[in-house]
């Protein structure tokens, strides 16, 4: 760092972008706000002062956005969501406000690289995944399309679990992405908000005996402090704010309990209210009803409807206008608690009667739904919710009986119709359907992909949605464009704007200009540099992180996703095992040499997935360590996957694999980062890539196996694997190769419940679709060497995606949903 010193400070001028001016900018906020001078700054001091420079101006635009709303009486934008997998902010805020470059020179001056502190601001890993990454791009487009949105969700302390191996075994590790203090956000002590849980009610009559309003009276509460984040649109357009809950107890030290003598009881109740939370729930499916779970949902969502209120309230005085200024969505179930909570406090703190509360939340609210996989629709126990939530349940009840009421009017309706739609599932342990109470109480209710949404009308909502069949409709997913382009890959970025100037940074519809640069040989080669320098980064990455060797010029074939079952990184690791074998075998054909790569997080405790981690270890182990196979094919799985490392991986991609079993994967949005960045795609007929297909053309896409109805009549008709896997060589010899141990020599037996597991029931139709991918793959293989056409279809793909701007899907919720203007 340089020594580089000023004795004397004028506070400069706040809207300097000049990076003399900027250095001194920086040098003020190190010495009056960090307190510390150039000489004895550390890096994390300097990321720090240089996020406060921007964040000034930032500030400023936040205040703007926000008045020109509340003046203007513009309707807002109110997204729930459990998780936000944001990800690093700096260079995004620094490059949507224009200022990533006055500020490198700037840092330079002072003889500091801006790549160097970046990479020490921590990753937000607040979410899971698609769902997640999803929440963030979505607050990102609100803001670059000027729709006034507050994002409502937790701020957990721990976000999910860093992830190392050990012997090729996954390990879970906390998270602590606060550990230097976070300059993002700013404490909100006075949007404090109690909370209450559990208790009773009463119920409270007037003179004459009739029931007046219900009375909640809890008997433990926490209070709810929000801590608020400016999300900057491109170019600032408008800043939104991203306000997240924190729990603390309500009474901080505990006085009265600890004053009657009850330490240890005044120490628990604090730490529970803190439990709420410290950490994420790292499961993307499946939940065995804990109850701090079911906690933590009503606790955000309690908090961001009471404050919702406030505002409506402070603006408006009075609620009948709710519908007309908000919009509030939910970012799958997790937040549908949200609908009791509104419906409370419009019948029980504003007096209103059930129906009109019940058609202002109908009118308010809005669902969208993300997985299908039935062990992921949440349902709570009605003993935990109704101890938890005494008057949500009766609340719950309530919405019941209409709901019920309406489809017996209806023609046709059954009683097995009547049971499906009821918001209390009665078979076995009676349950909350969190699902079922989220369709009720919305207007709209969409799938994340055309196939997605056609299959929620066919499954899960079939019959709510013959009760309301005008409530489904779809929005295919998107990205934001300038994460997963300008910012992750600076090279394809100019390549493109030096091709057909800079409209496309304002409008992505104009990325289709580049179209006719596909079979333009010099530009082509340009591409080729370009991919060539981000695969050349993410060698280097792959080095740092696991100490292999990767060539640059072999294929860069990358799978990088939650670990699970539906989406089949298994199939890709037998399909190495099988190429393995086939090199070995036939050593002098001419290989395609390629890296697979692979990155992702298993749920703690989800065992078959953890195997699938330690299974992509030792064949890697096998393969990168067998001097006869040349280098030809590499196995590389790539530790603690998060969305930094994401902005590596994708750019450098030759290949991406989006292979899970057709009908089960929502949307997926990774598909749509690669195929953005010039990737080609090798896929099942799934989620949205089917729409990928549609928009690149058949010829820039590989596609393979069953479709979503091939798989459903295969498992309505008994499908049997044993006998797909016995008419496969090359799948019987990758089986029977793993299962005597050629990869676990220590235990040969590890994998035997994995393999057993495909021979008796192979839920996810891994053999089923084995040959035709690897039939796949070596049509992929015939591609690449033929280079011209190789880069003229990933050029095709860049050009092809801007569809899938999340700016696009943006711009439909607001005007198919929310109705809001854009
Ligand atoms: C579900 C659950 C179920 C209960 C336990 C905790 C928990 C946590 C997260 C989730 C969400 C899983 C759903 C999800 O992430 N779906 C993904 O959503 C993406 C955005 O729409 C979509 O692209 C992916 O296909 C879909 O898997």
């Known amino acids: 760092m340089n020594q580089a010193m000023t004795t004397e400070l004028p506070r400069p001028s706040p809207k300097s972008s000049d990076p003399a001016e900027l250095a001194e900018e920086v040098l003020y906020c190190l010495t009056y706000r960090i307190g510390k001078n150039a000489s004895v700054a550390t890096r994390h001091d300097w990321l720090t002062a240089a996020i406060q420079v921007v964040r000034d101006r930032v500030i400023e635009r936040w205040i703007e956005s926000t008045k020109a709303a509340y003046d203007t009486k513009a309707k807002r934008v109110y997204y729930l969501s459990m998780e936000f997998l944001i990800g690093r902010l700096m260079r995004d805020a620094f490059s949507n406000i224009g200022m990533l470059e006055d500020m490198r020179k700037a840092l330079a001056t002072l003889g500091v690289d801006i790549e160097t502190i970046a990479a020490l601001e921590p990753d937000a890993a607040l979410g899971n995944g698609g769902l997640g990454r999803l929440a963030a791009c979505f607050m990102e487009s609100m803001a670059t399309v000027n729709v006034p949105a507050h994002g409502y969700g937790i701020r957990y302390v721990h976000g999910l679990f860093r992830q190392e191996f050990s012997d090729g075994w996954q390990v879970e590790l906390p998270e602590t992405w606060l550990d230097h203090g976070n300059p993002w956000e700013f404490e909100r002590r006075e949007r404090s908000i109690e909370i209450g849980f559990g208790g009773t009610v009463q119920s409270v009559t007037d003179a004459k005996g009739r029931l007046e309003r219900h009375v909640w009276k809890p008997n433990h509460s926490v209070i709810a402090v929000a801590y608020d984040t400016p999300v900057v649109g491109w170019r600032g357009a408008r800043v939104n704010t991203l306000r997240l809950w924190s729990a603390l107890p309500v009474d901080p030290i505990m006085l009265a309990a600890f004053n009657a003598g009850d330490h240890i009881g005044a120490l628990r109740e604090s730490n529970m209210a803190e439990a709420l939370t410290r950490v994420l729930y790292p499961a993307d499916s499946h939940i065995e009803g804990q109850e701090l779970r079911l906690r933590q949902e009503y606790f955000f969502s309690a908090a961001s409807l009471q404050d919702i209120i406030h505002r409506h309230l402070g603006q408006y005085g009075e609620l009948l206008s709710l519908p007309d200024k908000a919009a509030i969505h939910m970012n799958d179930t997790h937040p549908a608690i949200a609908v009791a909570e509104l419906m409370r406090l419009l019948m029980d703190v504003h007096g209103h009667d059930f129906d009109t509360a019940w058609d202002i939340s109908k009118r308010t609210f809005a669902y969208t739904n993300h997985t299908l996989l039935p062990e992921a629709l949440e349902s709570w126990p009605v003993t935990v919710f109704e101890r938890l939530l005494p008057r949500h349940m009766q609340i719950v009840y309530a919405i019941n009986a209409q709901v019920l009421h309406e489809a017996r009017a209806k023609e046709g309706f059954t009683d097995a119709h009547i049971r499906s739609i009821s918001l209390i599932g009665e078979d076995g342990e009676r349950r909350v359907r969190m699902g079922n109470l989220a369709f009720a109480a919305s207007h709209s209710i969409n799938g994340v992909s055309a196939l997605h949404t056609d299959l929620m009308k066919q499954t899960v909502f079939h019959d709510l949605h013959m009760l309301y069949p005008d409530r489904i409709n779809n929005k295919t997913n998107g990205i934001t464009p300038r994460r997963w382009m300008m910012q992750a890959n600076p090279g394809l970025t100019s390549l493109v704007r030096e091709a057909i100037g800079d409209g496309f940074l304002d409008d992505i519809e104009k990325i289709s200009e580049l179209d006719k640069f596909a079979d333009d040989a010099a530009f082509r080669e340009k591409f080729a540099a370009v991919k060539r320098a981000n695969k050349e980064r993410m060698a280097t990455l792959a080095h740092e992180r696991t100490g292999a060797w990767i060539d640059p010029s072999a294929m860069f ?18 399909e190495a095992v099988a190429l393995y074998d086939q090199i070995r075998s036939n050593p002098d054909k001419d ?3 390629r890296v697979k790569l692979f990155g992702g997080k298993a749920a703690p405790s989800y065992h078959n997935a953890k195997l699938i981690i330690k299974l992509a270890n030792d ?27 994401a902005e590596v991986m994708v750019p450098s991609a030759d290949l991406s694999e989006q292979i899970s079993t057709a009908g089960l994967e929502a949307s997926g949005t990774g598909n749509m980062k690669f195929a953005l960045n010039g990737a080609i795609t090798i896929g099942t007929l799934d989620g949205a890539n089917v729409e990928i297909k549609e928009c690149v053309g058949d010829d820039n896409i590989v596609i393979f196996g069953l479709t979503a109805e091939e798989v459903a009549e295969r498992r309505a008709g008994g499908y049997e694997p044993r006998a797909i896997i016995e008419g496969s060589p090359e799948l019987s010899q990758a089986l029977s190769a793993i299962s005597s141990g050629v990869f676990s020599p220590d235990d040969p037996n590890r994998y035997r419940d994995l393999i057993d597991g495909l021979y008796n029931h192979d839920w996810f139709m891994v053999a089923a679709d084995f040959d035709a991918f690897c039939k796949a793959q070596r049509e992929v293989d015939q591609l690449w060497r033929n280079s011209p056409q190789w880069l003229s279809k990933a050029i ?3 050009a092809r995606m801007a569809f899938f701007s999340s700016d696009r899907t943006i711009r439909q919720y607001a005007r198919e949903i929310w109705n809001v203007p854009v």
């Not at 074939?557 to 037998?574: C, F, S, T, V």
């Open 619 to 645: 064949v890697s182990r096998a393969i990168n360590g067998d001097p006869s196979v040349r280098g030809l094919l590499k196995v590389v799985f790539m530790p603690n996957y998060n969305v930094s490392m």
């Open 796 to 798: 095709r793909n860049t």
């Open 591 to 593: 290989w395609v040499p």
């Open 557 to 574: 074939d990358i799978q990088i996703k939650r670990i699970h079952e539906y989406k089949r990184q298994l199939l890709n690791i037998l």
